[in-house]
C-alpha cells in the first residue's frame, strides 16, 4: 500500500513560510536605532530574502537534490543558497527599492562586494540552516506518518486474522456437537442446526464491517471501530449457550444481564472465548456449581464475571486458541481501557472481565 503524502506536505509548508513572513520577528535584525518608514519597509523586505532563502534551500535544493541522494549536488546548491540570499538582497533593497520608493539600505558611497558579502554573510547563513531545520522537520514528520501507516496496516491485518480465527474455531466445535447430536438421532439436531445459522448470520454480516484504522500506538481509535449493539452480543451469547445445552443436555447454567445493554456499543465477539472454554473444560453437571455467567453494564461499564467448576477428565486440546486470541484482541481494540483478571485453582475457573465501552 503506497501512502501519498506530498499534498499535505506542500500545503503545511507553504503556510509556514507564508505565517513566519507576515510575523514581524525579523525586524529586530534590522538596526533598532532606525525608524520610521525606512525601517518598516526593509524590515519587510529583509524578512522577504530571508524566508525566500530558507524556502529556496529547503525546496529547490534539498527537495530536489537529497531525496535523490544526490549529496555533492545538495551541497554545491546550498552554497548557490548563500549566493543567493546576497544577490536577492542586494537587487531588491539597493536596486528595486531604489526605483519604486526613492530609498536605499546601505549607502552606496563607502559600498563595496566584498563588504556587502561579508556583512550579510551572518543572515545568510541562519537562513540556509533555517531552510535545513525545515528540512529536518519535514523529513522527521514523513517518518513518523510513513511509520503509523505501516503500524495502521500490521494492526489491521493483525485483527483480520485473529477476527478469522474466530469463526473456523467456533465453527469447528459447534459442529462437533451437533455430530454427536446427530449420531445419537437425538431430536434436537435440527434446532441446533437453526442456532447454527443464526450464529453464523451474525458472525458473517452483522459483526463485520470496514477495517479499523488503528492509531500511532498500533491500537485503533474507539471512533473507527466495527462495533456492534451490545444487546445483539449478548444475544449471540444466550444462542452460544442454548446450542452448548443441546450437546450437554443436564448442564447447569446460571446466565443473568445487569443494567441497560440498550444505550452501548461493543466490539463483536469478545466473550465467546470465555463461553467456550467453561464449557469445553468445566464440570457443568453439579447442581451446587452451576456455570455462572453474570453480565453488568455501569455506567458506560461493562463486567463479564464467569465462573465454573473444574472437570477433571482429560481436557479437549483441539483448537486451543481462544484466550491468547481475546487476550490480544483486547489490547488492540481497548488499549488501557480493559481489566482481564483469571483466577484458576484445583477446583474452580474464574474470571473477570471490564470494558469501558
Known amino acids: 500500500m503506497t501512502v501519498s503524502l506530498r499534498p499535505n506536505r506542500a500545503r503545511v509548508r507553504n503556510l509556514l513560510y507564508v505565517g513566519l513572513l507576515l510575523l514581524p520577528i525579523s525586524l529586530n535584525l534590522i538596526n533598532p536605532s532606525q525608524t520610521g518608514y525606512q ?126 480465527q474466530i469463526n473456523p474455531h467456533f465453527l469447528f466445535n459447534t459442529l462437533n456437537n451437533i455430530y454427536a447430536l446427530a449420531y445419537t438421532k437425538s431430536d434436537a439436531a435440527p434446532g441446533a442446526i437453526l442456532k447454527l445459522s443464526d450464529l453464523m448470520r451474525y458472525m458473517l454480516y452483522e459483526s463485520t464491517g470496514p477495517a479499523p484504522a488503528p492509531t500511532g500506538n498500533g491500537s485503533v481509535s474507539r471512533e473507527t471501530a466495527h462495533k456492534v449493539p451490545l444487546t445483539k452480543e449478548i444475544q449471540y451469547v444466550q444462542n452460544l449457550v442454548d446450542l452448548e445445552k443441546l450437546r450437554v443436555p443436564n448442564a447447569q447454567v446460571q446466565f443473568d444481564v445487569e443494567g441497560n445493554t440498550d444505550l452501548y456499543r461493543i466490539e463483536p465477539m469478545l466473550l465467546i472465548s470465555f463461553v467456550e472454554n467453561a464449557f469445553k473444560h468445566g464440570d457443568l453437571t453439579d447442581p451446587k456449581q452451576p456455570l455462572v455467567i453474570h453480565l453488568s453494564v455501569r455506567q458506560g461499564q461493562l463486567q463479564a464475571d464467569i465462573l465454573n467448576k473444574k472437570s477433571h477428565h482429560q481436557k479437549d486440546t483441539t483448537g486451543g486458541i481462544g484466550l491468547p486470541n481475546v487476550r490480544r484482541r483486547l489490547d488492540l481494540l481497548y488499549p488501557n481501557r480493559y481489566t482481564l483478571h483469571i483466577d484458576d485453582d484445583e477446583q474452580t475457573y474464574a474470571c473477570r472481565l471490564a470494558v469501558r465501552l
Open 39 to 164: 525601517y518598516s519597509l526593509f524590515g519587510i523586505t529583509f524578512n522577504l530574502v530571508f524566508l525566500l532563502t530558507a524556502w529556496f534551500e529547503h525546496v529547490v535544493i534539498l527537495n530536489r537534490f537529497l531525496d535523490r541522494r544526490q549529496y555533492w549536488a545538495a551541497l554545491v546548491g546550498s552554497v548557490g543558497a548563500l549566493f543567493f540570499f546576497v544577490a536577492v538582497r542586494y537587487l531588491i533593497e539597493q536596486q528595486l527599492a531604489s526605483i519604486l520608493f526613492n530609498s536605499i539600505n546601505y549607502d552606496p558611497s563607502n559600498l563595496t562586494i566584498r563588504y556587502y558579502v561579508q556583512d550579510n554573510q551572518y543572515y545568510a547563513f541562519t537562513a540556509v540552516g533555517l531552510g535545513i531545520l525545515f528540512k529536518l522537520i519535514e523529513d522527521w514528520f514523513v517518518h513518523q506518518q510513513e511509520r503509523q501507516a505501516l503500524v495502521s496496516e500490521k494492526t489491521t491485518a493483525e485483527l483480520a486474522f485473529l477476527k478469522s
